[in-house]
């Protein structure tokens, strides 16, 4: 058998269909193959009928199929499954050979991924892919990460499927080694918990506190839709708040207000902890979405637990003006903690990230998009080495100029006993990241008085480190480690 197939594909679920018949479109040829095998038939005569895509019945077959050195790429379930399924791979690839990991993978499975096969000779690249079935078909973002030397061999591939901004640059690019690409991702998903959370605090003040219509509210995303806040997520929400079924009822009013998860926003959160990186926002966001799934409590609750009246008093054309600006600034926030906890990471795993490349990756394809990626952009391009969003002469003049809106909308809301917990952490945090004096030092006099945990002074420099006896009969031991 001649090998013929530029790629193999594993897994033929909506994405990995979808991706493959995006590489068919793009004049790749792509040899398929699935566990259960009648999958693979049920592909080559429904979607992929009369086009070159080969169908395999075993992993040998589809080796078989491939041109060296052999691209074959996973679009499985995270987990157990993938490594598995490398296991199954290893005894038919050769050295150089690339496996791709396509998946919503953890990116220290990817670390782990990348040295075993490297060990082996083999290549591994863990790419983030964004964007849903939709993007998976016409274009999605792409974040590749791995082994170096297999970006040659996969980017004409990758950067020819996916989506293009308008210059046709393609929103896929090397993001950096072993796990890099799926860290990547992972934020990008936290950032994705976050916007999603804003955006239904928002939705909450508008429809509980302003006691507006799905069709007014649909109305005011569109025009936002409009201005500064053009993004994809804004975009379908002002298409579900105007839905309506076959008798005329409002879709979104139908459904249960308890919202699931895949995980990977609990990992941007853990991750975030494990760093040490105040990644409040995402944080919240996935807090909110554990309470929406105490449904019964929270209606038991609901009995019992008394709160304001619920109704805002305010100018409801001037609170909108606030929400659109509040909601701008809390997604600056939200952006800057995520680029910090890029950060944080790039130095403990000596990755050089391109932090302007990586918000082109989002312009387009991904859940995220949104015009505003560009001023990220523009902000990495006029200074590479820029410590932090706010300080970014763009972003420090927008929260100049929103935080006021920000300030009132969640003073309004704590007034009506709207919870806005996204909102209100990026206010704390903009709060605590401009003040250049917190009250740490009473919590660390705390920790000293009663764990001897020492102290820096002001007076001194830093690194030197002091204790007190406090109580006069703690004598002058101090714990071993010191942790600010």
Known sequence: MEASADIGVIGLAVMGQNLI?????????????????????AFIEGEAK???????????????????????????????????TIEQLLPHLEEGDIIIDGGNSNYADSIRRTEYLESKGLLFIGTGVSGGEEGARHGPSIMPGGSPEAWPHVKDILQSIAAKVDDGTPCCD????NGAGHFVKMVHNGIEYGDMQLICEVYDLMKSGLG????????????WNTGKLDSYLIE??????AYQDENGDYVVDQILDTAGQKGTGKWTAITALD???????????VFARFLSALKEERVAASEVLQGPELSIEVDRSEFLNHLE?????AKIISYTQGYMLMRTAAAEYEWNLNYGGIALMWREGCIIRSQFLGKIKAAFDNN?????????DYFNEQMQLSNTALRTVVAEAAKVGVPVPALSSALAFYDGYRHGRLPANLLQAQRDYFGAHTYERVDQPRGEFFHTNWTGTGGNITASSYDA
């Open 384 to 392: 590479p080495a820029l410590v932090n969003l706010l300080l970014d």
């Open 236 to 241: 379908i929400t002002r298409d579900i708040l």
């Open 212 to 223: 507006m219509s799905n069709a007014e509210m649909s109305e005011t995303f569109n025009r």
């Open 50 to 84: 009369d086009t070159t895509i080969i169908g395999t019945h075993s992993i040998e077959e589809l080796i078989a199929n491939l041109k060296r050195p052999r691209r074959v790429m996973l679009m499985i379930k995270a987990g157990p499954a993938v490594d598995a």
């Open 21 to 41: 018949l995006n590489m068919y479109d793009h004049g790749f040829t792509v040899a398929v193959y699935n566990r259960t095998t009648s999958k693979v038939d």
């Open 275 to 285: 760093e040490g990186t105040p990644l409040t926002l995402i944080g919240e966001a």
């Open 174 to 177: 090397w993001v950096g080694e």
């Open 325 to 329: 600006n509040a909601l701008y600034a």
